[in-house]
């Protein structure tokens, strides 16, 4: 039996080491942060949530994400502002209170960094756990030309504590048939922009849903083009609300 000098086992030890480095750098440079990652994140009720984020690029190499719950069943959460620089990543989990992310891709392929939901910061892990699987919100048909525009109504009506809450709606025809269609909320100056779903329009006939709300809106617009009356329905519960053109 040969016994090696303690010098070269230290330095065997070290190369080894140095290798695995290596190698895990290596795996961390050619995937980047693409991949369906798996954490846990931590209420304020002191319970912790298994979250998921699925990211990836489009076909225009931009990076999307959506987020889910697997305990609530829930998938295809919005996600908005990716933001990827080198190993650094940020977003906006908007159905999360809208939390902010950021994150960093460390050598050991974990994302790293912190979640916070106003001046309120807590660490935050993923692990990535296999391909991507993004999920988006469906793009929806182009709308006419009188519903083109910004809206404005008020959710729970002037009767409501502090006369209700400003909602705002943002409907742009896009090149390609599509509309790009978003809410603003007078809750939060955060949220804006978040985007509707399921866009119709048959007629004078409107609606779209507000998958962040787990609400939807149906109404008429009126034949000069500037009132859109109809309902704001939640959890199946409807309440009058009219949208008025800015």
Known sequence: MTILPTGILFTHSLRSAGVAVLFAALACAQTGPAGHWEGVLAADNNQNIG????LAKDAKSEWIASMGIPSMKMTGMVVTDVVVNGNSLKFIGVELMMAKFDLVLTPDGTLKGTV???PNSRPM???RTGEAKVELIPDSPAVS????????GLFGGPNAPN????????FKNKPDNTVAATMDSGLSANMVAMPLNDVKQTGQKVEFGMKIAHASFEGTLNKEGTEIAGQF?????????????K
């Open 51 to 54: 979250v998921t984020l699925d």
């Open 116 to 118: 916070a939901n106003g």
């Open 125 to 127: 892990e993923f692990k």
């Open 145 to 152: 030309k009188e519903l083109e525009g910004d809206w404005e």
């Open 163 to 170: 006369g209700g809450i400003r909602l705002t709606f943002h």
């Open 233 to 245: 329905i939640h959890d199946g519960n409807p309440m009058p609300m009219t949208l008025r053109k």
